[in-house]
């Protein structure tokens, strides 16, 4: 068997799926030349018939990127199959992902189906997918929780059918290590004809154990892993790629390898974050802030006596260079663009000087301009063409007394303005604003996040606003964290169906 684990990235389709996360096509063929410069093997672009926006996005990514197989997501329906087909007619390499569940109550009450029906679907749907294409993955929806014997006769037909790729998923998160280590092994051992295909894993986070269980699954034979930047995913989120990666660099005795160049994690890591506006936690494995500090006495000194007392992996080893060139008020624009090739963001000239414009004003708030910093000046184009502007905002606001914002909003180009008090100042500033927006608007969720350290850093605010029985998201940054809040209440606003 090859030792060669194939990457299989589902970031652009499965972390997607977080509420919140959705991006655009420009912004999603960013990711996938990101994705594309870090080595991924596959990139699974989007669900084509589930939106007219993730078709375009399938045909655009497949005509941006050269070397990666550009993959479709279906159902095991004809319609869907043709849809991706068309899809992904730009693509230099390309690949159907159809398949249907198959665990008892996926079969009894998702499908009302028996299981010698579900293996008939899908056969015919493998079939039917190689009409379009020569590679073509069969994914058996809750494998996790699908009887062996019965999931082995779902893989051999499928791969007598054409399946170039057999997914095995544990879609609840639901499966032991050992136990989807021991799935995988006895599909490699009671499957006939399991050589002509790559069986694959696809492991959820909603018990923490995402990452074990794709690590025994490749341990025990299978030679894809199904993975996403940062984790991200539906719920609690899916394997991460950048986890796998590094087991497998570091335990270099399971003779295990990957062609992802570790050295661009960061970069990726940071680029998907500022993107989707999903903050990463502190301590998150291999990218978290925290992932190479050492606060306690004991770790600090052996570190400075010997890095390998306390850390495995050598941080430049994924793109962290504490080298780096640090970003300052004095800084020119090669150095910006530098700093912004290194994380994964490409700029013309235009592009270049407006983000330079707007680094020079915050440089001068700040003493110096962290990778996320550059990030958000990069993205903040986004909110040119919102329909509601923030001009002006003023906060009065102290320990012993009431709290009072007044602000000016533009909206469409008309000019507004209103005051009110409020319980802080973050309070008083959004009755502000909804004494202009009169709109039944709830706060459900109100997260800030420093972005690195100090009293002048640059706050992240992301928030959840309900309106008309829908949850918009909104997201705002700015050295003054009040600004910050009322930006992503705004940005929420800016959402909100017509």
């Known amino acids: 068997m090859s030792d060669r684990l194939f990457i299989f990235d589902t970031t652009l389709r499965d972390g997607e799926q977080v509420p919140g996360c959705q991006l655009n096509t420009v912004e999603k063929i960013q990711v996938a030349k990101a994705l594309e410069a870090l080595g991924v093997d596959v990139i699974e672009a989007g ?37 991706a087909a068309e899809a992904l007619k730009f693509a230099k390499r390309s690949r159907i992902h159809t398949g249907i569940g198959t665990s008892d109550p996926h079969i009894k009450y998702k499908f009302n189906s028996t299981r010698e029906e579900i293996i008939e679907r899908a056969i015919a749907a493998t ?28 893989v051999e037909a499928v791969i007598k059918a054409g399946a170039t790729v057999v997914n095995i998923p544990d879609t609840t998160g639901y499966c032991l290590p050992d136990e989807y280590g021991a799935k995988i092994k006895y599909l490699m051992e009671h ?26 699954g490749v341990l025990n034979g299978a030679r894809q892993v199904e993975v996403t930047i940062n984790g991200i995913g539906e719920r609690a989120g ?9 087991i497998f660099k570091s335990h270099k005795e399971c003779g295990i390898t990957t062609n992802i160049n570790t050295t661009k994690i960061y970069g990726i890591s940071r680029t998907v974050s500022s993107l989707m506006n999903m903050p990463i936690q502190p301590n998150k494995a291999i990218v978290g802030r925290n992932a190479f500090a050492h606060s306690s006495g004991i770790h600090q000194d052996g570190v400075l006596k010997n890095v390998q007392t306390y850390e495995i992996i050598d941080p430049k080893d994924v793109g962290i260079d504490d080298n780096a060139i640090v970003l300052t008020a004095r800084s020119g624009r090669a150095a910006l663009k530098h700093r912004l090739h290194v994380l ?21 708030k700040k003493k110096e ?20 502007k923030l001009d002006y905002l003023q906060v009065t606001s102290g320990v012993g007394v009431r709290s009072v914002a007044s602000l000016g909003l533009s909206i ?26 009169h709109r039944q ?33 909104g997201f705002g940054a700015n050295t003054d964290i009040i600004a910050a809040s009322v930006e992503a209440y705004i940005d929420a606003i800016n959402k909100f169906v017509k």
């Open 441 to 473: 608007m709830v706060l459900k969720e109100f997260t800030i996040q420093a972005i690195s350290k100090g009293s002048d850093d640059v706050g992240k605010v992301h928030m959840q606003v309900e309106y008309d029985g829908h949850v918009y998201y």
């Open 412 to 437: 469409a180009g008309e000019k507004f303005e209103a005051a009110a008090s409020g319980n802080g100042p973050v309070d008083a500033a959004i009755k502000a604003l909804k004494q202009i927006i």
């Open 127 to 154: 079939k039917y997918a190689r009409k379009y294409v020569d590679d073509v993955e069969f994914y058996c929806e809750d494998a996790g929780r699908t009887e062996n014997e019965y999931l082995a006769r779902v």
């Open 238 to 246: 899916n394997t991460s790629l950048e986890e796998i990666a590094m």
């Open 191 to 216: 499957v006939d004809g399991i050589e002509k295909a790559i069986l694959s894993t696809h492991c959820h986070n909603d018990l923490g154990m995402a990452t074990a269980n794709t690590v025994q």
């Open 47 to 83: 669900f084509p018939v589930s939106s007219p926006g993730d078709f375009k996005s399938v045909v655009e990514i497949s005509k941006a990127v050269t070397w990666p197989t550009i993959c479709a997501l279906t159902r095991a329906v004809e319609k869907d199959i043709d849809v």
């Open 344 to 364: 994964g963001i490409e700029t013309n000239q235009e592009k270049l000087d407006q983000i330079y414009e707007d680094f020079l004003k915050l440089a001068d």
């Open 369 to 388: 301009i962290t990778d996320d910093d550059v990030l958000v000046l990069a993205g903040a184009d986004r909110t040119m063409n919102h329909h509601i």
